[in-house]
């Protein structure tokens, strides 16, 4: 599965509109991932300065991302495939003070 970029305009003062949208389209991808299309919302990010709402998604495709905006009736204004430039375990490496090297798998503790 790939990442996808869900992007919604909203207005600066509504972002309860964002929670909303977001459990919205947790149920349309829990039914699209029952239909045998697996389909999951990460997170969602509301950027009230820029008026734009992004859902985070994972799916077989974009067309999976778009069926789920539609039915979680997402003021949509455009799906992007997302190339991750980090996993979670590296983040999480990072925040406790380790870092990788750059010719190795190993995690190296970083001396204070």
């Not at 509109?17 to 990010?45: C, D, F, N």
């Not at 077989?60 to 495939?81: D, F, N, Q, W, Y």
């Amino acid at each position: 599965m790939a990442e996808f970029l869900v992007e919604c305009y909203v207005s600066r003062t509504d972002g309860i509109t964002v929670a909303r949208g977001e459990k919205r389209a947790r149920i349309a991808a829990a039914e699209l991932t029952r239909e045998g299309q697996p389909t999951h919302v990460l997170r969602s990010i509301f950027t009230p300065d820029d008026e734009t709402a992004f859902y985070l998604c994972e799916a077989g495709s974009i067309e999976a991302v778009k069926e789920l905006a539609r039915r979680a009736a997402l003021p949509l204004e455009r799906v992007a495939k997302v190339a991750p430039v980090s996993s979670p375990a590296s983040t999480a490496a990072r925040i406790c003070g380790e870092e990788r090297s750059e010719t190795s798998d190993r995690v190296e503790t970083a001396s204070a």
